[in-house]
C-alpha cells in the first residue's frame, strides 16, 4: 500500500472534507464515488501531484472517510469509493493551532489526540 501518512490539515480543508463526508454518506453514486479529478477539484488542485494527493487524503482521513483504491493509487478517471469507517469511531477532534501566516490547522486522530 502506498504511504498514506497524514500530514497538518488546515481547517478549510478539513471543511471541504467535511462537506464531502455528508455528501458521500448522503448522496447518489456521484458523490460516493467521485473521480479522482473531481476530489483533487475540490481542493484547488489542478493536477494529482504527490502533494496534493496527500492533502486531499489527510484531510478525507481526517473526516472519517476512507476511499478505494486509495487517493495515492488512484489513476487518472477512476472513481474513489468513499466509506465511512468500518467500525465506529470516536469522534474526531483536532488541535488547532495558528501559524505565523495566520493559517489554522488540525493535527491528529483519536489515537493521537488521546481520545
Do not use: N, Y
Not at 481547517?11 to 453514486?29: F, K, M, N, P, Y
Amino acid at each position: 500500500m502506498a504511504d498514506e501518512s497524514q500530514q497538518p490539515v488546515p481547517v478549510g480543508d478539513l471543511e471541504i472534507a467535511q462537506r464531502i463526508s455528508g455528501a458521500a454518506r448522503s448522496g447518489g453514486r456521484a458523490e460516493r464515488e467521485p473521480t479522482l479529478e473531481q476530489l483533487l477539484s475540490a481542493f484547488g488542485e489542478a493536477e494529482p501531484t504527490p502533494e496534493a494527493r496527500t492533502r486531499v487524503a489527510s484531510a478525507l482521513t481526517l473526516a472519517g472517510l476512507r476511499a478505494t483504491p486509495t487517493v495515492h493509487e488512484a489513476h487518472p478517471g477512476e472513481r474513489l469509493k468513499l466509506r465511512p469507517p468500518e467500525r465506529a469511531a470516536p469522534a474526531m477532534r483536532c488541535a488547532i493551532s495558528r501559524s505565523p501566516t495566520g493559517t489554522g490547522c488540525c493535527w491528529g486522530s483519536p489515537a493521537t489526540l488521546g481520545v
